[in-house]
């Protein structure tokens, strides 16, 4: 009697245990929702007629996407390149704004720009975006990254290779193989050894999707059983496609690659469907053991493992004889190690995105982010960073240390962050110089001083103020006495040339009249967001900033006086390729735009005739920009801000640990500015002359109206219309080189011609 | 030396009498045409109608004869100018966000053209976001220096985003700037 509610109690645990497992498997695998990290993209590269890329340029990006030179009419992924002109079948992708399909392109293009594009019926084409570049993912620490196929994805030589190779009988079993698991007992019995495992795949896929890593006969038994109720609920379709998007295939760092789709990527760059037989047979091979056969590691296993998986689909007569002669033939073909990481960068949009999403979403939710990062000035401010910092290290006087720095490059108009570089170790995860360090910028305040000078209305850029000594007795008692650089003083200077060569004693006496509250309004309109302490220190630039903050107060100045937000994303799109959230351009008028007109073409005199003047001879010749140089107390930190006529850019150099450096602006930061700038083919900064001001010449070192030809020094400043300037004796604009009635576009041609040589 | 100047010299002379060349074609070209305006002799006091999403292109008004010719004159790239006419679209179809980033396209192409911004601000107050609206219009006014006809449809935008906010006074001042006749 106890021997039978024994059994009863048995039979009912057991079956109970069953209609668990049974729940457990439907309810999870129903609404299975692999966990799919956030996929980043870089902005894709626009094409039209007119757009700066070079022939070699476009090859060189086309690479890059992993585009493949040969017959394009054949499928998409491959280009024919004839002289300057390319024949292009663009893949099939999805824009933060649209769904492309694959599309036959032939763009022509010349030593500097391209020149033609027309769609495969010989329409011109106006415009044509290259695909958007993955830099990343945002997946959890020790996390699986993964891309889902669905089933339309599957190449038919994946399904029935996979199958042949892992699982023979998965047509014809219901979850677990009985034949398989004689045969493999018999197998490993014969050998001593476990030789061969008898897990069908839908064994492999309940393994690797609902249980844990232990090995025990409980689990085994769980197993068995779960794979049972699997296939009595699901199709074979969909548990074989679950199967391929979940099986483990290698280790990046602490990024797991799971899924063939990821796989495809992670060893050979490209889309699954764009895969040869031989790169088929490779990832269908790591199966058994990604790390065992990883095939950057342990090459010559990879190549044995999959020239049997090659053999045996011959066999199999899934393929004929010379495809499997001419894949077991062919090298592994994988892309190079390493690529563009972008760790600085990533940081930033993280940051960008925890404002509106949860970390979790992030790593598991499958959105997409667009992003503003253009891959070219990523690479241009990496290189000018790390050359830099290296002949710098070699030529400085600090034994065994190592200097740092950041570089920040974004386009004004719209906010768009398109560069961030936190450390001389581009590569690695690290602390992130651009966001995080936050330092005094020096005289990259004085600008600010400037503009508030200019907004009264009672200083213009020829106005002449002193640069005296000063003395001031502070509110802790203490009195400050601010110097020059050199220790000189210059006297009665224009305040154009007192910004140019960033006086000290002229900025603190002019920012003094203006009063402190006025300095620190304009600085906060312009996108400081924390207010500066009102010490009269912070005319010489005491606030501490971070290079990102610095470039939000730049932007305004390099935009007319218009704030434009800072922006890293653009666009999140959610697992279906629905928009879910658009960041927009947001601008806001910070400061008049005449003020800052004026004030931007001081700036400009600050690289020709000032501080910044070095930057000419690393920028391509004729190039007009503007900036200004920053140098901290006792040359701790070396800062160059300034802009072209398309994009803004910041550039910090100095020691993690405060040290001196011995560098000024213009002898750290600056080449690292220039040398960004200088290889991204940046168009001169040419403002449009707002209608309230005119150009006029002055001498640079007294400020009186002048022409050319009556002095060496003269320039041409922008002053409120009708300005009366007094004329130095003899000269004045009567007898000025240029006609009186000739238009300001003449007067600037004319002096740009003077400057730039 | 002064061999070494000229020589220097020369390229970007040329390059300007390439440009001014290049501006004495363009100007014949016809600026488009944004969406159809509002009258510019709107009641003051009254509140614009509901925003409308930017209504298809209209067709291109012929150049209008000029005595002199003007010393600036915006004008769309071919490249700009169909992202635009797909904006519009977008925006008729009631997708704005696609309108906006579509636009956003083209701004990265010609991020000192009046006339992007200008559209741009139409979009927003399609979007209802007058404030936008208005720093796009006082941007363009401010880009199209020199440039009467691009001016006035910056204004009209300027006093449209203002009106918008309830800002009357300051959109009839605008209206009564010169460059609005």
Same mark, same amino acid.
């Given at each position: 009697?106890?021997?039978?509610?024994?059994?009863?109690?048995?039979?009912?645990?057991?079956?109970?245990?069953?209609?668990?497992?049974?729940?457990?498997?439907?309810?999870?695998?129903?609404?299975?929702?692999?966990?799919?990290?956030?996929?980043?993209?870089?902005?894709?590269?626009?094409?039209?007629?007119? #757009?700066?890329?070079?022939?070699?340029?476009?090859?060189?990006?086309?690479?890059?996407? !992993?585009?493949?030179?040969?017959?394009?009419?054949?499928?998409?992924?491959?280009?024919?390149?004839?002289?300057?002109?390319?024949?292009?079948?663009?893949?099939?992708?999805?824009?933060?704004?649209?769904?492309?399909?694959?599309?036959?392109?032939?763009?022509?293009?010349?030593?500097?720009?391209?020149?033609?594009?027309?769609?495969?019926?010989?329409?011109?084409?106006?415009?044509?975006?290259?695909?958007?570049?993955?830099?990343?993912?945002?997946?959890?620490? !020790?996390?699986?990254?993964?891309?889902?196929?669905?089933?339309?994805?599957?190449?038919?030589?994946?399904?029935?290779?996979?199958?042949?190779?892992?699982?023979?009988?998965?047509?014809?079993?219901?979850?677990?193989?009985?034949?398989?698991?004689?045969? #493999?007992?018999?197998?490993?019995?014969?050998?001593?050894?476990?030789?061969?495992?008898?897990?069908?795949?839908?064994?492999?896929?309940?393994?690797?999707?609902?249980?844990?890593?232990?090995?025990?006969?409980?689990?085994?038994?769980?197993?068995?059983?779960?794979?049972?109720?699997?296939?009595?609920?699901?199709?074979?379709?969909?548990?074989?496609?679950?199967?391929?998007?979940?099986?483990?295939?290698?280790?990046?760092?602490?990024?797991?690659?799971?899924?063939?789709?990821?796989?495809?990527?992670?060893?050979?760059?490209?889309? $699954?469907?764009?895969?040869?037989?031989?790169?088929?047979?490779?990832?269908?091979?790591?199966?058994?053991?990604?790390?065992?056969?990883?095939?950057?590691?342990?090459?010559?296993?990879?190549?044995?493992?999959?020239?049997?998986?090659?053999?045996?689909?011959?066999?199999?007569?899934?393929?004929?004889?010379?495809?499997?002669?001419?894949?077991?033939?062919?090298?592994?073909?994988?892309?190079?190690?390493?690529?563009?990481?972008?760790?600085?960068?990533?940081?930033?949009?993280?940051?960008?995105?925890?404002?509106?999403?949860?970390?979790?979403?992030?790593?598991?939710?499958?959105?997409?982010?667009?992003?503003?990062?253009?891959?070219?000035?990523?690479?241009?401010?990496?290189?000018?960073?790390?050359?830099?910092?290296?002949?710098?290290?070699?030529?400085?006087?600090?034994?065994?240390?190592?200097?740092?720095?950041?570089?920040?490059?974004?386009?004004?108009?719209?906010?768009?962050?398109?560069?961030?570089?936190?450390?001389?170790?581009?590569?690695?995860?690290?602390?992130?110089?651009?966001?995080?360090?936050?330092?005094?910028?020096?005289? $990259?305040?004085?600008?600010?001083?400037?503009?508030?000078?200019?907004?009264?209305?009672?200083?213009?850029?020829?106005?002449?103020?002193?640069?005296?000594?000063?003395?001031?007795?502070?509110?802790?008692?203490?009195?400050?006495?601010?110097?020059?650089?050199?220790?000189?003083?210059?006297?009665?200077?224009?305040?154009?040339?007192?910004?140019?060569?960033?006086?000290?004693?002229?900025?603190?006496?002019?920012?003094?009249?203006?009063?402190?509250?006025?300095?620190?309004?304009?600085?906060?309109?312009?996108?400081?967001?924390?207010?500066?302490?009102?010490?009269?220190?912070?005319?010489?630039?005491?606030?501490?900033?971070?290079?990102?903050?610095?470039?939000?107060?730049?932007?305004?100045?390099?935009?007319? @006086?218009?704030?434009?937000?800072?922006?890293?994303?653009?666009?999140?799109?959610?697992?279906? @390729?629905?928009?879910?959230?658009?960041?927009?351009?947001?601008?806001?008028?910070?400061?008049?735009?005449?003020?800052?007109?004026?004030?931007?073409?001081?700036?400009?005199?600050?690289?020709?005739?000032?501080?910044?003047?070095?930057?000419?001879?690393?920028?391509?010749?004729?190039?007009?920009?503007?900036?200004?140089?920053?140098?901290?107390?006792?040359?701790?930190?070396?800062?160059?801000?300034?802009?072209?006529?398309?994009?803004?850019?910041?550039?910090?150099?100095?020691?993690?640990?405060?040290?001196?450096?011995?560098?000024?602006?213009?002898?750290? #930061?600056?080449?690292?500015?220039?040398?960004?700038?200088?290889?991204?083919?940046?168009?001169?900064?040419?403002?449009?002359?707002?209608?309230?001001?005119?150009?006029?010449?002055?001498?640079?070192?007294?400020?009186?109206?002048?022409?050319?030809?009556?002095?060496?020094?003269?320039?041409?400043?922008?002053?409120?219309?009708?300005?009366?300037?007094?004329?130095?004796?003899?000269?004045?604009?009567?007898?000025?080189?240029?006609?009186?009635?000739?238009?300001?576009?003449?007067?600037?041609?004319?002096?740009?011609? !003077?400057?730039?040589? | 030396?002064?061999?070494?100047?000229?020589?220097?010299?020369?390229?970007?002379?040329?390059?300007?009498?390439?440009?001014?060349?290049?501006?004495?074609?363009?100007?014949?070209?016809?600026?488009?045409?944004?969406?159809?305006?509002?009258?510019?002799?709107?009641?003051?006091?009254?509140?614009?109608?509901?925003?409308?999403?930017?209504?298809?292109?209209?067709?291109?008004?012929?150049?209008?004869?000029?005595?002199?010719?003007?010393?600036?004159?915006?004008?769309?790239?071919?490249?700009?100018?169909?992202?635009?006419?797909?904006?519009?679209?977008?925006?008729?179809?009631?997708?704005?966000?696609?309108?906006?980033?579509?636009?956003?396209?083209?701004?990265?192409?010609?991020?000192?053209?009046?006339?992007?911004?200008?559209?741009?601000?139409?979009?927003?107050?399609?979007?209802?976001?007058?404030?936008?609206?208005?720093?796009?219009?006082?941007?363009?006014?401010?880009?199209?220096?020199?440039?009467?006809?691009?001016?006035?449809?910056?204004?009209?935008?300027?006093?449209?985003?203002?009106?918008? /906010?309830?800002?009357? /006074?300051?959109?009839?001042?605008?209206?009564?700037?010169?460059?609005?006749?």
């Amino acid at each position: 009697m106890a021997l039978i509610l024994g059994f009863i109690v048995l039979a009912a645990i057991g079956v109970a245990w069953i209609v668990h497992l049974d729940h457990v498997v439907t309810r999870e695998f129903q609404g299975r929702h692999w966990s799919i990290p956030a996929r980043v993209y870089a902005a894709p590269l626009e094409l039209y007629v007119g #757009a700066q890329s070079s022939a070699n340029d476009l090859e060189e990006e086309l690479r890059r996407l !992993h585009y493949h030179p040969g017959d394009p009419f054949a499928g998409p992924g491959v280009y024919r390149r004839r002289g300057g002109s390319f024949d292009l079948h663009a893949r099939r992708v999805r824009f933060s704004d649209e769904q492309r399909e694959p599309q036959l392109v032939s763009i022509s293009a010349d030593q500097n720009s391209i020149t033609r594009l027309q769609s495969a019926d010989g329409a011109e084409l106006p415009v044509f975006r290259l695909d958007p570049p993955v830099i990343g993912s945002v997946f959890p620490v !020790h996390g699986e990254d993964r891309l889902v196929l669905s089933p339309d994805d599957v190449p038919p030589l994946l399904r029935s290779g996979i199958k042949l190779i892992e699982d023979r009988r998965f047509d014809e079993h219901h979850g677990v193989d009985a034949h398989g698991i004689v045969r #493999a007992l018999w197998a490993n019995l014969r050998a001593g050894r476990v030789v061969q495992g008898g897990s069908t795949l839908t064994q492999q896929l309940v393994k690797d999707y609902f249980l844990s890593d232990e090995q025990s006969f409980g689990r085994k038994a769980t197993e068995a059983l779960m794979a049972l109720r699997l296939e009595a609920h699901f199709s074979k379709e969909e548990i074989l496609v679950a199967y391929l998007n979940e099986v483990y295939l290698g280790q990046d760092g602490s990024r797991a690659i799971h899924g063939f789709g990821l796989g495809s990527e992670y060893y050979f760059a490209k889309p $699954l469907a764009e895969l040869d037989f031989s790169e088929l047979a490779l990832l269908i091979g790591l199966v058994k053991g990604p790390s065992y056969y990883d095939p950057r590691k342990h090459a010559d296993r990879a190549r044995a493992r999959r020239n049997l998986v090659v053999q045996e689909l011959e066999e199999a007569h899934l393929i004929d004889a010379a495809a499997a002669a001419r894949a077991a033939a062919s090298p592994l073909g994988l892309r190079p190690p390493g690529g563009s990481y972008v760790p600085a960068y990533l940081d930033l949009v993280r940051r960008h995105l925890k404002r509106d999403y949860a970390e979790a979403d992030l790593a598991a939710a499958g959105l997409a982010v667009y992003t503003s990062l253009d891959p070219r000035a990523q690479a241009a401010a990496e290189r000018a960073l790390t050359a830099n910092l290296k002949r710098l290290d070699a030529a400085g006087r600090v034994r065994g240390a190592h200097l740092e720095g950041a570089v920040i490059v974004a386009e004004p108009n719209s906010g768009d962050v398109v560069a961030v570089v936190g450390g001389r170790d581009v590569g690695t995860d690290g602390f992130n110089r651009a966001l995080d360090a936050r330092r005094p910028i020096g005289s $990259l305040v004085k600008p600010a001083v400037y503009l508030a000078a200019l907004e009264t209305g009672r200083y213009n850029a020829a106005t002449v103020i002193e640069d005296a000594s000063i003395e001031l007795k502070l509110s802790d008692g203490t009195v400050w006495a601010p110097q020059n650089f050199e220790h000189q003083i210059y006297g009665r200077v224009p305040m154009a040339r007192a910004l140019a060569e960033s006086m000290n004693l002229a900025t603190v006496r002019l920012g003094l009249d203006i009063g402190l509250p006025k300095v620190a309004e304009t600085l906060r309109r312009l996108g400081l967001e924390t207010p500066p302490m009102l010490n009269p220190s912070l005319l010489l630039g005491t606030v501490e900033m971070t290079p990102l903050e610095v470039v939000q107060v730049y932007t305004s100045l390099a935009n007319g @006086g218009y704030r434009a937000r800072l922006r890293a994303v653009r666009a999140v799109l959610d697992e279906h @390729g629905r928009p879910l959230k658009s960041f927009k351009v947001q601008i806001e008028e910070a400061a008049p735009p005449a003020a800052v007109y004026q004030l931007d073409r001081m700036l400009i005199l600050v690289t020709t005739r000032g501080t910044g003047r070095d930057a000419a001879a690393r920028l391509p010749r004729g190039t007009v920009v503007a900036g200004k140089t920053g140098t901290s107390s006792d040359t701790r930190d070396s800062w160059f801000a300034g802009f072209t006529g398309s994009y803004v850019s910041v550039a910090w150099v100095g020691y993690d640990d405060n040290r001196v450096t011995g560098l000024t602006g213009a002898i750290g #930061a600056l080449p690292v500015w220039a040398d960004t700038l200088a290889r991204l083919k940046s168009a001169s900064f040419e403002p449009v002359p707002p209608e309230l001001v005119e150009d006029r010449w002055i001498g640079f070192a007294d400020g009186l109206e002048t022409s050319p030809a009556c002095s060496t020094d003269a320039v041409v400043v922008s002053v409120p219309k009708d300005t009366v300037l007094p004329a130095k004796p003899g000269c004045g604009p009567s007898s000025m080189g240029t006609s009186p009635s000739g238009t300001m576009g003449d007067k600037i041609k004319e002096w740009l011609k !003077h400057i730039v040589h | 030396m002064a061999q070494t100047h000229r020589s220097l010299r020369a390229p970007s002379l040329r390059t300007l009498a390439a440009a001014l060349a290049a501006a004495v074609l363009l100007s014949g070209c016809p600026v488009p045409s944004q969406r159809p305006q509002p009258p510019s002799t709107s009641i003051p006091g009254a509140q614009p109608s509901e925003p409308q999403p930017p209504g298809p292109l209209s067709p291109i008004p012929p150049a209008p004869p000029r005595a002199s010719p003007a010393p600036r004159e915006n004008h769309l790239s071919p490249a700009t100018r169909s992202l635009v006419t797909q904006s519009r679209t977008l925006a008729s179809r009631g997708d704005l966000d696609g309108a906006s980033s579509t636009l956003d396209r083209a701004l990265r192409i010609e991020p000192n053209n009046p006339l992007l911004w200008i559209e741009l601000g139409r979009l927003r107050l399609a979007e209802s976001d007058a404030r936008q609206a208005e720093a796009c219009g006082r941007k363009a006014l401010s880009l199209a220096s020199g440039d009467r006809a691009t001016q006035a449809q910056a204004g009209r935008l300027l006093s449209d985003a203002l009106r918008a /906010q309830r800002r009357n /006074q300051e959109a009839i001042e605008i209206e009564r700037q010169p460059f609005m006749r």
